[in-house]
């Protein structure tokens, strides 16, 4: 059977034939040249996007490349049948991997999610011999503007993030190329994996309208980040440190609601297969771990930086699950610990800071910066359980 791409912006599946085309806009052979012009297709699932080359569809979208019908100019992009953005460069010879992110409302996400980006782009990149891209125009001014340089640049934390569906049933998800270069290996080749990354609102796990959206993007995921915030259960919520600022009560929700949510609609959607087992790789991250970094033992795997490789370190890796699980009982979160154990058969635990202390009084990021502390281990644990980054270590 041919197999089925899913687009890393839509998320919806369709087979390689099925993938179009975009004319360029450029003078062709014959002194023709297309118009730009509006994108129905494309301003209905994305938003506003200008004036584009028209689409086509027909020539066997597995080719690199078609002649422009209109104009016989040819063209190298490929775009999604379903929402007509265009394909990531080798869309379909490369690696394309989904990985969702989800979590209850200011749990988070956001920062994590900007965080991780910057890091990986930066320190964690360079001691990888990884490069990470924006893969497309968009997707680059979007991480820049919108979530890089307002933490990074300007010091604040986020407003709550736009639930997915709120205008026309969008998703808008940040699409990035990983690509790693092993060194000093002969004969071997980078590379490349296509990451798709959605920022969820934490409502979008309360409210009925966006969970048929979100269950696709679940479904359709090849990994998952359950941001699960300690501070929204109550066991933990009093052993954090003094002074700690804690979520509002408006939508935030515990963490064993939203795991079970999560799985239900995991559930649901392989019931198809009779499936009574997740087996999409969960990475499920406690995120804000310096609210408790006072009450951890003296060397403890929460309070050590892991070890810089060029490779995911297992060992390091199963002794933070283990500490992680030991948490879970002082956090009176065994129930989180049974339902993962239950009903998932690959997951793992993290602990992890993005900002590396709590925020200011006035929402900024406090006076001594950003001092992430293991957010990329969750990343490079998937990528490793995909093939595409080395393991080194037990396991
Ligand atoms: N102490 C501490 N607080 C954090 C950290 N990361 C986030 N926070 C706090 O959590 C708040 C919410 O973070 P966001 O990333 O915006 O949360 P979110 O999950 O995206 O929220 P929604 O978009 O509303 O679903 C921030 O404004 C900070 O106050 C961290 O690493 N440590
Ligand atoms: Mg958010
Ligand atoms: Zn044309
Ligand atoms: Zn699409």
Redesign the pocket.
Known sequence: MAKNFTCPYCYETFAARAIGFRCNSRQSRTQKRCARRRDDVLEARMGERGDVGPAFFGPDGRRPKAPCPECDSETTYRICPVCHMTLPVQFGMVENRMIAMV?????????????LLHEVMNQIGANLGAALMGSDDSTLRRFQADYQDHLYRDGQ?????RPAGANDNRVDPLVFRFSLSRRGRLRERPQHTVLSFF??????FNSRESVELNTRYLAGADGIIL?L?P?QMPGARKLAAPG??M?GPD?VDTPVNVLSRVTNMLLAEHSARSATRVSTPTAVVF?????FWHRLEKGSPLQAHPPQHDRFDVGDSLSVHEEVRQLLREWEGVTIDRMLENTYTDYRYFG????????TRD?RVAATGIQ??RVADPLLWLLSEFGAVPRTGRG
């Open positions: 979590g209850a409302k200011a749990s988070g996400k956001t920062v994590y999610m900007t965080v934390l986020f407003a709550g993030t920022d969820t609102a934490g409502e979008d941001i915030d501070l700690t600022a979520p939508g995120s804000k771990m310096d609210a992890v800071s993005a900002l590396g202390a709590g925020p929402a992430p502390y």
